[in-house]
């Protein structure tokens, strides 16, 4: 069984905390929504579990391994990270998903895309699939580019995700889309932890975790069941 274990975690910057002996414990077939206000360290602990900044102090466990043990491309296989500001690389859309997942066949990229309404996007692009996002990029709003970037981490079948203002910029109908397929996580007995101020997107979470600032510190209180 597939369990995500955070124990006594913190991160410290300049000499303050912005993750204070964190802990935590979820179990796979779960969301987790973590909530706060800005500066409580929502996006800190993202960074530390998403493997941008290592910890100063605890262990950041999966299935009894802590992550230290993991390789990069073992933990990218394991671990899906969607950050604010997705990036996309400097190649065709197709290249794009077959770096994120060299196995994909062709009607799995189209299934992923029709998922993601993007495909009357796809469809009007000259060369399609193999159209270099260079040449378009001025060309394409952000949302837009964040849903191609949110349907290229689809692309892999990962263990765990970790999600941080997923529908941030994004209309109603494209936060529906993401709304679902976190949904469908639970479903396919995967671990979803969501970082978000956004009420929609974590009304579906069976946990719920709260940061919070008292005098200084930072806390966090335990899931509701």
């Keep these: ?14 000499g303050l905390a ?19 206000p800005n500066g409580s360290g929502k996006t800190s602990l993202f ?16 299935d009894k391994v802590d992550i230290k043990n993991f390789d990069m491309g073992s933990y990218k296989k394991k671990v899906g990270v969607f ?5 996309l690389l400097n190649c065709s859309l197709l290249d794009n ?4 997942n060299p196995n994909l066949k062709l009607k799995e990229i189209s299934s992923i895309i029709e ?33 191609i970037a949110f349907s290229k981490m689809m692309s892999n079948n990962h263990e765990v995700l ?14 529906q889309i993401i709304y679902n397929y976190i949904n469908n996580q639970i479903n396919e007995n995967k671990i979803v932890v969501i970082f978000s101020k956004d009420p929609y997107i974590i009304k579906g979470a069976n946990n719920l975790i709260t940061l919070s ?13």
């Design 213 to 225: 600032l008292d005098d200084g510190s930072y806390l966090i209180s335990n899931p509701r069941e």
């Design 83 to 87: 950050n604010q500001n997705p990036k």
């Design 47 to 62: 960074n530390v579990l998403a493997g941008y900044v290592t910890p100063n102090y605890g262990n950041i466990i999966i």
């Design 162 to 175: 970790f999600l941080d203002e997923p529908t941030e910029g994004l209309d109603v109908k494209n936060s």
């Design 115 to 147: 998922a993601c309404h993007l495909s009357n996007f796809v469809d009007s692009l000259k060369d399609g699939l193999n159209t270099n996002l260079h040449e378009i990029n001025s060309e394409v709003n952000s949302s837009l580019l964040k849903m």
């Design 18 to 36: 912005a993750v204070s002996n964190c802990s935590l414990k979820i179990k796979k077939g779960s969301i987790t929504g973590i909530i706060g």
């Design 1 to 14: 069984e597939s369990i995500l274990q955070v124990e006594n975690l913190s991160k410290y910057f300049g």
């Design 97 to 100: 998903y077959l770096y994120a």
